[in-house]
């Protein structure tokens, strides 16, 4: 809300000038939905110092610098981000070795055997030993006022028959919660539900894992399967000869069989 502008440039107020603004925080919206070519989409708690935060990615990975990260999540809660995104290798230190095509963006590239390009280092279900379709593309539609959904069955291609990746963010009690229900699965072919992170396992017991950074804490509990084991795999010394470190950061994660009639579900709350 602009107040009090008078004279001939009242434009030139929004360059330098200085202006009241009244509760701007309070009008903008908590969720956030683009419909572009490589949509995303955000959830919010609120606009507190402790607010739960919520961005999601879909899209396709073939886009120019693209990552095989359609599906993936980061989170933040009490001003601490829990679910990470790794962010690109230096290009450079992979071209280097003259054994990559780091610029071919097709199926079998071996662009994506860079950990941090590939599905292995984001925060989403790795069906099988499969890499992510790259042409596949993922569209993100509201649904409800405090959730999104993802329809991933094109990026994971022929091993699904349908595989939407629902999140909601609770605005009371501001936890998230990663959703994923899939049928048309191969019998005896497993998932792996993961999650990069820079926050210190403090205790697991069950479905129930508890992180600690910066004097905080966030509660990762599985709801669905039943019994999980939970596995963490340090990122500090690189995945393969050629991947860079990951100094501080460790991968969550939990492995399971699709049943017998081929569908699985996985749902996992993040709780602060």
């Known amino acids: 809300k602009i107040?009090?502008?008078t004279g001939p440039f009242p434009a030139l107020v929004l360059l330098w000038g200085r202006f009241p603004l009244v509760d701007a925080p309070n009008r903008l919206p908590?969720?956030?939905l683009s419909q572009g070519e490589n949509p995303v989409a955000t959830l919010r708690s609120g606009f507190t110092p402790d607010a739960s935060f919520l961005g999601v990615k879909g899209g396709m990975p073939k886009y120019n610098h693209g990552?095989?990260?359609v599906g993936s999540f980061v989170f933040d809660a009490d001003g601490v981000r829990w679910a990470e995104d790794l962010g690109s290798q230096n290009y450079h230190s992979i071209e280097k070795l003259g054994t990559f095509t780091l610029f071919n963006m097709k199926q079998d590239s071996s662009r994506w055997n860079v950990f941090r390009l590939g599905n292995e280092s984001h925060n989403l279900v790795v069906v099988g030993t499969n890499r992510q379709m790259v042409a596949g593309c993922a569209k993100i539609a509201p649904a409800g006022?405090?959730?999104v959904q993802l329809d991933l069955t094109p990026v994971y291609g022929p091993c699904v028959k349908t595989a939407?990746?629902?999140?909601?963010?609770?605005r009371a009690t501001r936890a998230a919660t990663v959703r994923d229900e899939f049928t048309g699965l191969a019998r005896g072919l497993s998932l792996r539900w993961q999650m990069v992170t820079s926050g210190k396992v403090e205790s697991r017991e069950g479905n129930r894992l508890v992180l600690?950074?910066?004097g905080k804490?966030?509660?990762?509990?599985v709801e669905a399967p039943e019994q999980v084991k939970w596995e963490i795999l340090e990122l500090d010394k690189p995945v393969n000869p050629w991947d860079c470190p990951n100094k501080g950061f460790r991968r969550l994660a939990f492995t399971v069989p699709a049943a017998p009639d081929g569908t699985a579900t996985l749902s996992v709350t993040l709780a602060p």
């Open 67 to 69: 990552h095989m990260d």
């Open 217 to 221: 804490r966030l509660v990762l509990r």
């Open 212 to 214: 600690t950074q910066e």
């Open 145 to 147: 006022l405090n959730a």
């Open 30 to 32: 908590l969720r956030y």
């Open 164 to 170: 939407p990746r629902p999140f909601t963010l609770d």
């Open 3 to 5: 107040e009090n502008v």
